[in-house]
């Protein structure tokens, strides 16, 4: 059974930062591709930022330059350091699992982010 657990989210003042963690269980860390989403109130859920098993990355264009996506396979670990902060990125942000040849997508529970202006 996967299991991803995410962490580290809260309140921050606009220009703060925040670091996300999200650590997953039940399959070879390693072989997924992982990504961050967010949802806002009454928004669709989006892609925010992707890192694969070969550590190739790539983000949305509202967060290049701010945002930076990790891993660590030894701590079957997933980071998203979040800096510059804007009352725009307040969103609940979730982590989700891909691994690489199957159709299999798990989804962590999500970590509340909130910017204050």
């Known amino acids: 059974q996967v299991q991803l657990v995410e962490s580290g989210g809260g309140l921050v003042q606009a220009g703060g930062s925040l670091r996300l963690s999200c650590a997953v269980s039940?399959?070879?860390?390693?072989?997924?591709?992982m990504g961050w989403y967010r949802q806002a109130p009454g928004e669709q859920r989006e892609l925010v930022a992707a890192?694969?098993?070969?550590?190739?990355?790539n983000y949305a264009d509202s967060v290049k330059g701010r945002f930076t996506i990790s891993r660590d396979n030894a701590k079957n670990t997933v980071y998203l350091q979040m800096n510059k902060l804007k009352p725009e990125d307040t969103a609940v942000y979730y982590c989700?699992?891909?691994?690489?040849?199957?159709?299999?997508?798990?989804w962590g529970q999500g970590t509340q982010v909130t910017v204050s202006s």
């Open positions: 890192i694969n098993p070969s550590d190739s990355t």
């Open positions: 039940g399959n070879t860390f390693s072989l997924n591709a």
């Open positions: 989700k699992a891909h691994p690489i040849g199957s159709k299999q997508e798990y």
